[in-house]
């Protein structure tokens, strides 16, 4: 009887896992599974190669590996410890691919998304402690805000203001507790930081021609710690496009 073949497409493709790939998963895996706890100190390179039956090398490879993704640090002379682990460094590296004019429609869509979930999560989970550094960064953004507005052409004033920005609008995402988005945000810090700065010149800008007062209760930042505070969200997804230059600002009255 002629013998059968399988068709191509219908082929699965066989793989090895390599000796230095299994270690580096189950020890992964023993971190997630909280065996390891973050800053407990790991078995040594010949523990761990006893206990698993392979040879010093590839134990010390999947180790660089573990350190490379983050999820453990190596000190000389002292061993392997486990991290508190976040994607900040590795995602931070894919920034450069986002930058650019040509993205900055991109970056609104990806703040919009980020600031409203946030904020809305904010509302949720905010403690009494989170409110308070809150209320400091929003004090501190206010201040920078009003001397920059008295120099429009002060570059190193320019860059505080985008400083105390970006600090107000982290506290929010912290408040979240939702560890993804904090590292997500951090990501693409210096995307945010450079869209900070070009609506905040813009505003300020546009407040300065026009006459008005430099800072008011108007402001979405003001807006969003009186939602966390009072646990409103009626008024959230507004008050993210206005922060977002996407709807207009009423003003009302001055913060003096």
Not at 171 to 192: A, G, K
């Amino acid at each position: 009887m002629q013998k059968q073949h399988r068709p191509s497409g219908q082929c699965t493709k066989i793989t090895k896992i390599s000796i230095v790939d299994q270690v580096c998963d189950a020890i992964k895996q023993d971190v997630v599974n909280g065996v390891w706890k973050t800053g407990d100190k790991l078995p040594s390179e010949a523990e761990f190669a006893a206990s698993f039956g392979v040879n010093r090398l590839s134990v010390r490879m999947a180790l660089q590996k573990l350190n490379t993704l983050g999820i453990i640090t190596t000190r000389v002379g002292e061993g392997s410890f486990v991290c508190d682990f976040s994607l900040k460094p590795i995602l931070n590296e894919l920034t450069v691919f986002y930058e650019g004019e040509e993205r900055y429609e991109e970056v609104t869509q990806l703040r919009r998304l980020l600031e409203y979930e946030c904020l809305s999560l904010a509302v949720q989970n905010s403690t009494t402690q989170d409110q308070a550094m809150l209320k400091a960064a929003l004090d501190h953004f206010k201040d920078v805000w009003l001397r920059y507005y008295e120099n429009l052409e002060d570059i190193n004033l320019l860059e505080q203001l985008v400083d105390a920005d970006f600090l107000f609008h982290c506290r929010i995402v912290e408040m979240s507790h939702n560890t993804l988005y904090r590292d997500i945000y951090h990501m693409v810090q210096q995307l945010i930081r450079s869209h900070i700065a070009r609506l905040l010149h813009m505003n300020l800008s546009q407040r300065h021609a026009a006459g008005l007062p430099p800072l008011g209760n108007d402001d979405p930042h003001c807006k969003m710690y009186r939602s966390i505070v009072n646990a409103d969200t009626t008024l959230l997804r507004q008050i993210t496009d206005e922060m977002l230059a996407l709807t207009p600002i009423e003003c009302t009255e001055s913060i003096t």
